[in-house]
């Protein structure tokens, strides 16, 4: 089925993060009108990115570790774990900061 509509295997292993980033952007969503699911949403979206973002920032220290000869792309991994880390922490911290202000006004 999946060779008849033009998609690799390799496409078909995306689907997760497609499904992934809909759940966050409606978890955004849901942020603005004021909904608690939505806050709960939104943080456990946050923490996916912080530890698979951990988890390519440990990759990208083994291969440094290992001494082989690296690719062009060592570069790209290091600082995509960077921008992960970042991302997924100010969105935690500022999460935290969101539901001590929305307390009383949750939906």
């Known amino acids: 089925m999946i060779a008849a509509?033009?998609?690799s295997l390799g496409?078909?292993?995306?689907?997760?993060?497609?499904?992934f980033v809909v759940c966050w952007l409606s978890s955004a969503i849901g942020?603005?009108?004021?909904?608690?699911?939505?806050?709960w949403g939104s943080l456990l979206c946050a923490g996916v990115v912080l530890v698979?973002?951990?988890e390519?920032?440990?990759?990208?220290?083994?291969?440094?570790?290992?001494?082989?000869?690296?690719?062009?792309?060592?570069?790209?991994?290091?600082?995509?774990?960077?921008?992960?880390?970042s991302v997924s922490l100010a969105a935690i911290l500022t999460?935290?900061?969101?539901r001590k202000e929305m307390a009383g006004k949750w939906k």
């Open 5 to 7: 509509t033009g998609w």
């Open 11 to 19: 496409d078909a292993a995306l689907i997760p993060y497609l499904l």
């Open 31 to 39: 942020l603005f009108f004021g909904k608690r699911l939505a806050w």
């Open 52 to 54: 698979n973002s951990l």
């Open 56 to 85: 390519l920032a440990w990759l990208a220290w083994k291969l440094d570790q290992s001494k082989e000869e690296l690719s062009a792309g060592a570069g790209f991994t290091h600082l995509s774990a960077f921008l992960g880390l």
């Open 95 to 98: 999460l935290m900061h969101l």
